[in-house]
Each structure stands twice: as C-alpha cells, then as structure tokens.
C-alpha cells in the first residue's frame, strides 16, 4: 500500500515537531545521510542512542545514501572506482565516502531502511550513465558485503538515467542481488514527465511485486497518482514542505500563493473541508498576513497543512485501491487538481472576463 515520507533533512522536518507529524498521518520520515554525517555527526548520533531517539522520532526511519548529495557538490569532489572524496559545504574540510562507510554511517544512525551507495549522473549522457551504472552495481554489492546489522532494510537503487535498455539492465542486476526494496533514482531531475513514466512502465514490471518499491525524490500529486499507477509504494518529496515556507499551498483545485492580495480580507481556511490543525482554526487573510510578515508561526501552519494534504491524499489513494475505484479517483482528482498556479489562472479568467465585456460593447 503506497505511503508518502516526508524529508527531515537535518533530523527534523522544518519548522514541524514529532507531534504534528504524527498529526497529519506521517508514518515514516527520511533523514539525510550526507547532512547528518557532516553535522552533528552520525557518531555523535550514536552516542545518544541513534536518530529516532536523537529526535524523538519512535515511529520508521528512511536514510538516503548521501549519493545525490556528494555527486551534486560540482567542483567539490573526485569519484573513482572505490569511492567518492568530497569537500564538506558547511566548512570545505575534506571527506571520504565509501559503500562500506556510508552503510557504516547508516548503521551508526540507526534508521529502518537504509540505501546502497550510488553514483548520480548527468540525466542524458549515455556514456557517462552506462558507465555510473555499472559501477552503482558494483558498489550496490559491497554494500550488501559490508551490512553488519540485521535489523535494517537495505533497498537497491536502479539507475539508468532515460534509457529503457539501461533501466531494465539495472533492475535485473540489483534484483539478482535480492535486496529486502528496490528504489528508483536519478529521475525528476528535469527530464519530461512522459520520460519519467516511460523509464517507471519498464522498471516496476521488473522489480518483485512482494517487494517495495520506492520513487526517491518524487511527490507533487500528480506524481503521486502517476507513480501508484505504475506500482510504485513509496515516495518522498521536499515538495509540500520546501513549497510551504514559500506560501504555496496545495487544494483539490491545485497550488495557491498565500501572498496573493486576493486573499488579504479571506475568511474562509485555505481548503473547505481539511482537517489539518492550520484549517480548523485560521483563516487564509490570517496566514497571508503571517507568511508576508515572515513570521515563524506561518511557515509552520502552511507546512502542517501541505503535509496533512499530500498526506491525506495518500490514505485516500490506498482507500481506493481496496475498494477498486483508484482508476476513477485518480481521473476525477486530476480533472480538479490544475499544475496552473492560481494567481495565473485568476489572471486569465480576468483577461476573459474583460474580452467578454469588450466583445459585448461594455
Ligand atoms: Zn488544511
């Protein structure tokens, strides 16, 4: 049944405690590799008793594997066949990564599931692609070598950027491996979306449908409705969260800015009909003047109800699978749902509306 993580980069998702996570219905959260090992330290983390405890987080924890992270430092780091050397973008002092050491890292933290060690690469290079993905292969099993503990998932990551021989050749290597999950990398990183779902309708197929199946990075709702689709289980995405602290909410009838004037003197909450704690008590004028203000208290109530929100849909999504109706949830939802921000559509229907006027003679 498909559940959607929210990021906790740095061991807390921002501006939201333990308390309202579990409020609106997260039941797993990803931490970053990369950002917890630089600081405060995956064995500082150790020492007090491991990530959940660390950030009083009781409920499942997901660690990525740093690879996005070290390969998006351009300029600050050197790969080669064992490893990666990088330079920490906090101080620039320098590091070293390993698939041995980033499970060590991942062992330290302590999370549920963990990740194998991969190399990103450019989305449309070929060359470069075939050659990361064979080496993420490579480095996919020195990391099932070097787990130590039994008490965490390891999931494979298929790569092969855009291209279907290279994504099936993945897949077919990593399951061999028989990893407990498989996850989908290096996608939505600024490719089309139909190539997104060309490269998903070859690889879920691959993957064994007992096994989870994770789309990282990935979480705007029609990608949600695009993944489950095709077979994906898990996602997460900065998404409603990064969106938030920047006064764009998620509604059925798609992103608003807070910051919009038309809704300075707005009674009403920012969805009819949401149960977030931000909706039952606050009006849309109320969280407009908050985020303009950029005061603290707004970009936590605006995070609450974007994570309520994708969180919602997410249960809604499953609800429908039982009772076999996602097919027409999904048409329904989208028909509502526009990827046009409002202020664009509020500008349209006024360009409409004046053409009318004009076309009639007002
Ligand atoms: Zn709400």
């Given amino acids: 049944m498909p559940a959607f993580a929210p990021v906790g980069t740095q061991a807390t998702v921002k501006t939201v405690s333990p308390h309202e996570l579990e409020e609106v219905g997260a039941a797993l959260i990803l931490g970053n590799t990369y950002h917890l090992y630089l600081r405060p330290g995956s064995d500082t983390i150790a020492v007090l008793g491991g990530l959940h405890r660390f950030m009083s987080w009781p409920h499942p924890i997901l660690t990525d594997s740093g690879g996005f992270q070290v390969f998006s430092l351009e300029g600050l780091r050197e790969i080669d066949e064992d490893g990666v050397t990088f330079r920490s973008h906090i101080d620039g002092s320098q590091h070293r990564f390993t698939p041995e050491s980033v499970i060590d890292i991942q062992e330290s933290l302590g999370a549920d599931i963990v990740m194998c060690f991969d190399e990103c690469a450019p989305p449309d290079d070929r060359a470069y692609i075939e050659r990361a993905m064979e080496r993420t292969h490579r480095w996919a099993e020195r990391c099932r070598q070097s787990q130590t503990r039994s008490d965490q998932a390891l999931f494979g990551i298929v790569q092969g950027g855009i291209f279907p021989d ?88 798609g992103r608003i800015n807070i910051r919009n004037a038309g809704f300075a003197q707005d009674s009403a909450p920012i969805e009819d009909g949401c149960d977030c704690y931000t909706c039952r008590h606050f009006s849309r004028a109320y969280l407009r003047h908050l985020i303009k203000a950029n005061e603290v208290f707004g970009l936590r109530l605006a995070t609450v109800h974007n994570l309520r929100f994708v969180l919602r849909l997410m249960a809604e999504i499953r609800t429908s699978i039982l009772d076999g109706t996602f097919a027409r949830f999904k048409t329904d939802f989208l028909r509502e749902y526009r990827t046009v921000p409002y202020e664009v559509r509020e500008a349209q229907r006024a360009r409409r509306g004046s053409n009318r006027k004009q076309q009639s003679g007002a």
């Avoid at 600024?190 to 096994?211: N, Y």
């Avoid at 993944?227 to 059925?252: E, K």
């Fill in 166 to 253: 290279l994504r099936a050749e993945s897949a077919r290597f990593l399951t061999g491996l028989d990893f407990p999950g498989y996850a989908i990398g290096g996608l939505s990183v600024g490719e089309p979306k139909e190539q997104m779902h060309a490269v998903l309708d070859i690889v879920t197929p691959l993957l064994p449908p007992d096994k989870p199946r994770y789309l990282m990075g990935v979480g705007s709702p029609e990608d949600l409705f695009e993944g489950v689709s095709r077979g994906i289980d898990l996602f997460d995405c900065v998404l409603p969260t990064r969106v938030a602290r920047n006064g764009g909410l998620l509604t059925c009838q």
